[in-house]
Each structure stands twice: as structure tokens, then as C-alpha cells.
């Protein structure tokens, strides 16, 4: 069921997705759909876990790293790694609002999203420090989704990512 | 309209927003909203045009150029200028499905964006070349759109990440 919601996603979005058309894509009951999520921001939240799960281990394994340019390196690391891994519920949930919502709705989430962003800024960036760490973590979450680099191998996407992205955490001169 | 539009969009996806709730927001009947538009799919072209214009001069202007890897430059450097000139209606269109299905739907945008990536793929990109040209379409793209940095002028934003780009085009090892 998970599966049938998340192509419907990446098709419609999830604003254009209703429990119905789930119920219909497996030709099952929309009581059967019912039974098992209550909503359909139950099942991106089911869907997005993982994504959290492996979120939080890079947390707190950067949180144990004094350094904050280290810190910084492990978090945006980490992010390559979790998209790369998670690359399919990523390419659908990725930019979608219903993300957002849920991450607003959750206590949880929205204090690790925080402290995520702590290690990413920590340092107390500039405006330059800033913008990089936005277009290298949106660059991650988009490359790994990207139907035009779909065919390219986990490794590869994964080795690439790494490379571009030290490249520029390296350039002291955007965080200053 | 359109700005009432595009505000819904952002909040609910377009996918998420109907005629009505256009109507709702302005304060008119739904007969006013489809006078002017007769579906949500013109909606989403009428905001997404002029991006599309822009796109079509910087492709004229790469297209004049015969060395590949200034044409990649050209394509890239003009994705920032068009994407922080139109900040606003990318953050709202940015990956949401409507903004695909326009494409596939209109010859003459399913041409552009053809020609578009011949320009930044044209040299025959082996997987890390297009890896790095994803990373950095969909990092300018998120870029100019991310709440995190939205209260970074135009000046700083456009600046800081063509110096980014740069620097990473500049790598030939990962065109090779």
C-alpha cells in the first residue's frame, strides 16, 4: 500500500493524491486503506521515517565532533549518504508541501531539523556561508531525485556528491 | 488572481488548490476565476511564462558559442541570473508536478528545455559530469527558493553562487 501511494505521489503530488485513488490503484476498499493509515499524512510520515531515522544517527554523530567546520563537513556528508540511500522516498516526498506540513506538525522532527541546522550554521555564517550550504544541500535532495542521473549508480552518484560538495565546504572564503 | 494564486500554490501545492479556493481567497465567484483562466494549468503557464522567456534568450545567446564547456557556462550562469530574477514564482512552481506536466504538455517548452540541456550536457557527459550539472541546476533552483535564505538580497545570492558554480564547472575531472 505504501508502495501504490508513493507512485500516485510522484504523479499527483500529495495534495493530488486522495485515499481513494490509493484504494483504487490495488483494487482494494478505501476501507482497507482506512485500516491501516488514518490518513494520508500518516503514510508520509511512514514513508519519510527512515529518511528521520538516518537523519538523527548523523545528528549525533556530528554533535560528538568539537570542530564546527568538521561538524559542518559530517552533517552535509551524512545528508549525501541518507539521500543517496533513500534515494527512491526521496525523489517523491522531496519539495513536496505535505513534507513540510508534517516536519511542522511533529515535535520531534522539528527539533531534529533544528539541530540539524545548528550544525550546518553553527559557525554563524554569513550570507555567502549560507547560500552554499543551501545549494549543496538542496543540490544533494535534487541530484538523488533527478530522473536525468537516474540510471547513474548509487557509487558513482554517491563519490561524485562527495568530491563537488568538499570542493566547496573547503573554499574557507564563503564562510568567512 | 495570480498572486492569489500563487500563494495557494505555496501553501498547498498546485495540486492541493482548486478553482474555488482561488475564487474563496480573492473574495469572487468561480465564474470570475475561469473568465480569466480556464483551468489551474493556465494558471501555473501565465506564472511560469516569463521564466520561460528568459530561458529562451539565455539558449539563443549559448547557442551562438561553438566551445562546449562555455556553452555549459553560459547555460548554467544564466539559470542563476533567470532563477533570482524570478525568485518568487520559482519558489512556488519549483518541483511541484504541475510544472512537469506543463512541459510534456507544450511542444514549444518540451523543445526549449531540449535545446536547454543539450547545452549543459552537449559534450557527452560521462555519469560525474552529469551528476555535478544536476547537483547544480537543482542547488540554484533550491537556492533562490529556500525560506533560510530568502532574506539574502538578489546581489549577495546571485553573486555567491556564481562563484560556486564556477568553481565546480572549472573542475574537468568530472567532465572528462
Request: some cysteine; overall charge negative.
Amino acid at each position: 500500500m505504501l508502495e501504490a501511494a508513493l507512485t500516485l505521489f510522484g504523479e499527483h503530488g500529495v495534495g493530488g493524491t486522495t485515499l481513494q485513488m490509493i484504494a483504487d490503484s490495488i483494487g482494494v476498499g478505501k476501507a482497507s486503506v482506512y485500516y491501516q493509515f488514518r490518513s494520508k499524512e500518516d503514510i508520509v510520515a511512514a514513508a519519510a521515517q527512515p529518511m528521520f531515522d538516518d537523519m538523527a544517527r548523523v545528528v549525533t554523530i556530528a554533535e560528538a565532533v568539537e570542530d564546527t567546520g568538521t561538524r559542518r563537513e559530517i552533517a552535509v556528508c551524512g545528508l549525501i549518504e541518507l539521500c543517496v540511500r533513500n534515494r527512491r522516498w526521496a525523489a517523491v516526498l522531496n519539495g513536496d508541501p505535505a513534507l513540510d506540513s508534517l516536519i511542522e506538525s511533529r515535535a520531534d522532527l522539528t527539533e531534529l531539523i533544528g539541530r540539524y541546522t545548528d550544525l550546518l550554521l553553527g559557525a554563524g555564517h554569513g550570507p555567502a556561508g549560507r547560500v552554499i550550504i543551501s545549494m549543496v544541500t538542496k543540490g544533494i535532495q535534487g541530484a538523488v531525485t533527478d530522473k536525468a542521473v537516474q540510471d547513474v549508480s548509487d557509487d558513482d552518484l554517491h563519490q561524485t556528491l562527495l568530491a563537488a560538495v568538499q570542493q566547496l565546504l573547503r573554499t574557507a572564503s564563503f564562510f568567512e
